[in-house]
């Protein structure tokens, strides 16, 4: 059964940062694509990050490019989202994601709020 669990969510002022983590379990994790997605309230589900098991292919948002970085810890099965230089803007539910092929899987989310 495939697991997913984000942690690391919070408030923080603008300008501040926050790491997120996503906990994977249930599957191998190799040859897979791990993302991270976000929504805000009353918008769409939109791509942030995502980067390939292996460390490499990793792909931003044009909206978070140069503060966010994502990274993938092959022998936790965890992968990151470092958030700097938080905007209101990012204020949002984060979700991670899997991708196996045809098949994709989703954690709960965790809260980031940005406000001061």
């Known amino acids: 059964q495939v697991q997913l669990v984000e942690s690391g969510g919070g408030l923080v002022q603008p300008g501040g940062s926050l790491r997120l983590s996503c906990a994977a379990s249930?599957?191998?994790?190799?040859?897979?694509?791990m993302s991270w997605y976000r929504q805000a309230p009353g918008k769409e589900r939109e791509l942030v990050a995502s980067?390939?098991?292996?460390?490499?292919?990793?792909n931003y948002a044009d909206s978070v490019k140069g503060r966010f970085t994502i990274s993938i810890d092959n022998a936790k099965t965890t992968v990151y989202l470092q958030m700097n230089s938080l905007k209101p803007e990012d204020t949002a539910v984060y979700y991670c994601y899997v991708a196996r092929g045809l098949l994709g899987s989703w954690g709960q989310g965790t809260q980031v709020t940005v406000s001061s």
């Open positions: 980067v390939s098991s292996s460390g490499g292919n990793r």
């Open positions: 249930g599957f191998t994790f190799s040859s897979v694509v």
